[in-house]
């Protein structure tokens, strides 16, 4: 490997976890006072005034963005929540995931994840372009390296 791939291979490498360092940002809004927080975009991530960083409430604790939503199922009520959290309710794994619980008329999917911006209106269990982008050099590196070795 000469020594421009390595540098490569350490910025890709560290780029998530520069941006971990900096802080997690997380939309943060509902829906009940700002109508737009029921339909973020991927892409509104430049432009959204929810996008915000979260703030360190519980320093022995690893934050990450949250999504409620509840849904009246009588009628048409939908309210969505977007925050950042800090304690799971669950044994803490850093796999993004959402879980749905139904009452009587309510029904609420409570969703979780770790990375910047997670927790707008796309699925969750889709990884970032960032990530996939990293993995894909990551693997062309690597590759070029055998080619090199061998």
Same mark, same amino acid.
């Given at each position: 490997?000469?020594?421009?791939?390595?540098?490569? *291979?350490?910025?890709?490498?560290? $780029?998530? *976890?520069?941006?971990?360092?900096?802080?997690?940002?997380?939309? +943060?809004?509902?829906?009940?006072?700002? @109508?737009?927080?029921?339909?973020?975009?991927?892409?509104?991530?430049?432009?959204?005034?929810?996008?915000? /960083?979260?703030?360190?409430? +519980?320093?022995?604790?690893?934050?990450?963005? %949250?999504?409620? !939503?509840?849904?009246? =199922? /009588?009628?048409?009520? !939908?309210?969505? #929540? %977007? $925050?950042?959290?800090?304690? =799971? +309710?669950?044994?803490?794994? %850093?796999?993004?995931?959402? %879980?749905?619980?139904?009452? /009587?008329? !309510?029904?609420?999917?409570?969703?979780?994840?770790?990375? /910047?911006?997670?927790?707008?209106?796309? @699925?969750?269990?889709?990884? @970032? *372009? $960032?990530?996939?982008?990293? #993995?894909?050099?990551?693997?062309?590196? #690597? #590759?070029?390296?055998?080619?090199?070795?061998?």
């Amino acid at each position: 490997m000469t020594h421009k791939h390595f540098y490569y *291979l350490v910025i890709l490498v560290a $780029s998530p *976890l520069i941006s971990t360092a900096l802080g997690l940002k997380c939309f +943060q809004c509902n829906s009940a006072e700002s @109508p737009d927080c029921a339909t973020l975009k991927s892409n509104d991530t430049d432009i959204s005034p929810h996008l915000k /960083d979260c703030e360190v409430n +519980q320093p022995d604790h690893e934050p990450f963005c %949250r999504k409620i !939503v509840t849904k009246i =199922l /009588d009628g048409e009520s !939908v309210r969505v #929540i %977007r $925050s950042c959290g800090w304690i =799971l +309710q669950e044994p803490a794994r %850093r796999n993004d995931t959402c %879980r749905s619980n139904d009452s /009587d008329y !309510v029904l609420r999917t409570s969703c979780y994840c770790f990375s /910047d911006a997670c927790n707008r209106a796309t @699925p969750l269990g889709a990884a @970032p *372009l $960032s990530t996939t982008l990293l #993995i894909v050099s990551l693997a062309k590196v #690597i #590759i070029r390296s055998i080619d090199i070795v061998f």
